[in-house]
Each structure stands twice: as C-alpha cells, then as structure tokens.
C-alpha cells in the first residue's frame, strides 16, 4: 500500500491492514452509535422536547462567549468540536491554542407544514434529517452528501447535489439563521432581517459567529425516483449533454454524470414519480446487500445502452454514502463482495469520525503524498476544459459531476455576469493521483490556478494551497469585510476565513 516506513506493529496493521481494525472495531462501535442516535433522536422530535430544550442550549452559547468576553480576550475562539468529528479530512490545528465553546446543538426543532420550512440546529445531520422529513412527505431541496454531513457545515461552508441546478446550493434554500455573536448577543437574519448579515454568513467558515439554528426550505416529495443512464464513450458528447440537461428550461429534477476515464462516463438524469413504471426495473439502491452504487453506473457504462431505474427517494438521496463515494474501497478492498454485502453489508458503513480518530500518522502521510480530495466549481461552459486539465494534472477516476446554479446574490460566490443565475459544475475527485509527475502542492496549484482564471471556486473543506491575496481574489470579501467591521469584537474573536482553512492551519 505504501512506501512510508511503519514504526510499530500496530501501527503498521493500521497502515496495511486497516479493515482488520475497521471490521473488529469500528463497524460494531458505528452500529451501536447509529442505533442510539436514530432512536433518540426520534424520542426527542416525537416529544416536541427539543424547542424548549434550545432556548437553554443557546443560553450556555452565549454564557461562554460572555466569559471570553470578561477576560482578557487572548485568544480567538472557535467550537469544542473535536477535528476528527467533522467530515473534512484535515483537522484544525488552530483548535489547540483557540478558546473552546461548546455547542451541543443536534436537533430538528420544528417542521412547519404550512410554510414548508423545517428548523433544526446546526449539528442536525443529513441522515437524520431526511428520516424525519420523508414519513411527512417532505425534502430538502437539496440533500446533500453524506449522511453526516451537518446543517453547520453546510451552511457555513456549502452543499451540492443533484438537484442544485434548480435550487442552487445549500445557502440558497436557507431562508433565516439564528447566531450567538462574539458580544454574546442572539441575532437572527435573513433576507429581509439583518441581510449583510445573512447574505455573509455563507463560506464564512465560523467566523462570524457561532450559527445556533437554521430555518429551511423543504418541498414536497414523492416516493420513488425515476432514473435514466445514459453511457458516453466520448468526452465532448457528455459534456454537450451534461451542459443542455443543465440549462434547458424545463430540466429534470435531479442531474449528476460520473466519469470512468477521460472519454468515458454516464449521465444520470432523475424525477421524482409515485409509481414505478413499465419502462425500467425497480432497484432499492440503499439494501445492505446492493452493490455499491458507482458499480453499479460502471455497469451501464459496459452495457453501452441506455437504461432506466426506479429507485426509493431516501435510497437515491443518500446512494453515495455506503461507499463514501468510492473512497471506501481503498479501506476495506473486499467491501464490494457479494458475500461481504450479504453477510456483513447492513453494517456499512463505519462512522467517518472512527475512520478519522484511528488514523495513524503514517497514512496521513501518505494520503499528503499520493490522495486527492477535491470539490472544484467551474462555469459549466468550461467542464470539458477542465476534465482535460485534472486529467493531465492528476488523473484520478471516477470524477464526479454536479451542475448548480449560483444566484447572483450578495456574498462571497460573485459571478461575473448581470443574469439572474449562473451555472457551475461541482468537479468532484476523489482518490490516489495517477498522473506522471504529480506533486501535491505543485499540481494542487496548477488546478487551483485554472479554476480562478476561469472565476470559479474551491471548497473549502478541501486542502487550499492558495496565498492570502490568491484567495481572497477567489472569492469577493467586500460584504464579508464589511459585516466583520461592523460586529462587535468580530476581529478579536474570529480570525478571518483563510486563516481557518488555508493548509498550514491544518493537519
């Protein structure tokens, strides 16, 4: 697996063993966890406790903040939240020396039927999010990837998916945030309360204030989605495609491609319907015993021949998340089996966190060596250019691709035209470089580089090599600057967004 040099026997099984320890340890301890949060979870939502309960949650926000405040102010602060709890594969290094406020945060508080809203705090996962919606008849406009992604990070750094060609990212849909501010003062906003603040928060990373609850759209939903395959054995037909599915005026509801090799990959197109069709076959994608989704594409791909599915909405919504889209095959390289899937599948798949806390130094390592984990945002018109350029860069596959439409809002994200949207694609890559001469931070730079003359954007979560004046060239701080210039004590208790994110804040 790897040239780095293991210093003990254990560490060595965590090196080229690691699903000898996923399958003894996390996959049990990952059940257990997932049992305890669904049930409680549903107690506490079925109870109607969790309103009354976050008035004094937000409370203790806020006496922390106030301590800070009546001290000498030396350090910055940031959430108690444990590095290796969040989805990012980095950890912050700034945790260490930043003063710590807890924010135990973690419930849907209510969903409102008759303005198709739901409000939950920011520690409200996707997975528990769309178990509480579907028995209603309702989504997200959005649902993101992976079941553990949070409502936090979603909104403070962002969400893509299959959908966002109509409703944007995740920041779209929100429509009202609640915050506890570096003066320990509660302030909501939205578009037509306290709207600098609003528009700024997305991308903020944290550094505006620590985010205490979310108001949502949601919409109505059916119980199936109608999927459609179409194969391309040519990089330029699914492009052209890609970008007219995109873009026509009355799209499908649901739009992704996923790319095998440079020439070859499938465009997936899907609505929601309540009853299955006679023109494809029913396929409950979620099943512990399916096989992994992206297989599942590739297998289109070799048949060569347009195919339609009927797929559970909750299955379609969150189809990557078994796999984590394909990264789990470099951990448990037999996870795929069919006898594993039949066997051992309903455990799958272990808690990214586990994952995360039982990494030794030594894949690290590696993984800063030879491991790309990227979400790259370019004008769609561009995608053909810059599949060509990650392919020459660092030629991992598959690659997958997202359309979404960017407002032309306030904030960060600005576009360069006077249209009312415009449309990007989420280039999505995952996996072990192999292009010849790659090099982490040289390459990294180069498709960095493309991206920004092309005015697109890097995510966040992801490692950014960028400088100062790079970054901040990407994405416009004029509202941002403005709003941290007006909040008291901002600058005392936040650092500015590239210093949370930046690769040398990170480890």
């Known amino acids: 697996m790897t040239a780095i040099e293991t210093e003990t026997f254990l560490e060595y099984i965590l090196v080229e063993h690691r699903w000898i320890i996923v399958m003894v340890a996390l996959l049990p301890i990952s059940l257990i966890w997932k049992i305890w949060s669904t049930l409680r979870n549903y107690v506490v939502f079925k109870l109607n406790s969790a309103p009354k309960m976050h008035i004094k949650k937000v409370k203790e926000v806020q006496s922390q903040v106030k301590a800070w405040l009546a001290g000498d102010r030396s350090t910055r602060l940031c959430t108690a939240r444990p590095g290796w709890q969040a989805m990012s594969f980095r950890q912050g290094i700034y945790k260490k020396t930043f003063t710590n406020i807890k924010v ?27 178990r509480t919606l579907e028995p209603l008849g309702l989504a997200l406009a959005v649902v993101p990837e992976l079941d553990q992604l949070t409502v936090g990070g979603l909104v403070m750094g962002t969400g893509v998916e299959s959908s966002s060609h109509i409703y944007g990212l995740f920041q779209h849909f929100c429509l009202q945030y609640e915050l506890v ?15 600098d603040l609003f528009y700024a928060v ?32 040519k990089l330029s037909d699914l492009a052209h495609h890609f970008v007219e599915e995109s873009v026509k005026d009355k799209p499908h509801q649901f739009i992704e ?7 070859s990959g499938v465009l997936m197109t899907g609505d929601m319907v309540d009853k299955i069709g006679d023109d494809g076959k029913f396929n409950p994608i979620g099943k512990w015993y399916a096989e992994w989704f992206f297989k599942q594409v590739e297998r289109h791909l070799t048949n060569n021949r347009t195919a339609v599915e009927y797929v559970p909405l909750r299955d379609y919504y969150h189809r990557h998340t078994r796999s984590f889209f394909w990264e789990l095959q470099d951990i448990i390289p037999f996870g795929n089996h069919p006898i594993f899937r039949y066997l051992l599948g309903w455990l799958m798949p272990p808690e990214v966190s586990l994952l995360k806390l039982t990494q030794p130094e030594a894949v690290t390592k590696l993984y800063d060596k030879a491991h790309v984990i990227q979400d790259m945002l370019v004008p769609v018109e561009h995608l053909e250019k810059a599949i060509n350029v990650f392919h020459d860069e660092i030629e991992v596959y598959p690659i997958w691709l997202c359309p979404f439409r960017v407002f032309n809002h306030p904030g960060q994200l600005k576009i360069k035209t006077k249209a009312d949207s415009q449309m990007f694609v989420d280039i999505g890559v995952y996996g072990v470089p192999k292009a010849k001469g790659y090099e982490t931070v040289t390459s990294t730079r180069r498709i960095e580089a493309f991206v920004s003359k092309h005015d697109g954007f890097q995510m966040l979560y992801a490692d950014t090599y960028t400088t100062l004046e790079e970054f901040r060239a990407m994405f416009d701080h004029t509202l941002y600057d403005k709003v941290r210039d007006s909040l008291p004590y901002c600058k005392d208790a936040f650092p500015e967004i590239y210093g949370k994110v930046n690769r040398s804040v990170r480890k």
Do not use: H
Not at 181 to 195: F, I, M, Q, R, Y
Not at 214 to 233: F, G, H, Q, S, W
Not at 257 to 263: D, E, G, Q, V, Y
């Open 104 to 130: 135990n945060l973690v419930d849907v508080l209510e969903v409102d039927m008759e303005n198709m809203t739901v409000r939950c705090e920011p520690l409200v996962t996707m997975g528990q999010l769309s």
């Open 257 to 263: 491609a996923l790319l095998f090799t440079k020439n």
């Open 202 to 233: 997305p991308w903020s990373y944290g550094t505006l204030g620590f985010l205490t609850s979310a108001v949502i759209k949601v919409v109505p939903a059916k119980k199936y989605i109608r999927l459609e395959y179409r194969p391309y054995n």
């Open 181 to 195: 501010l570096a003066d320990g003062s509660v302030v909501t906003c939205s578009k037509d309360e306290n709207p």
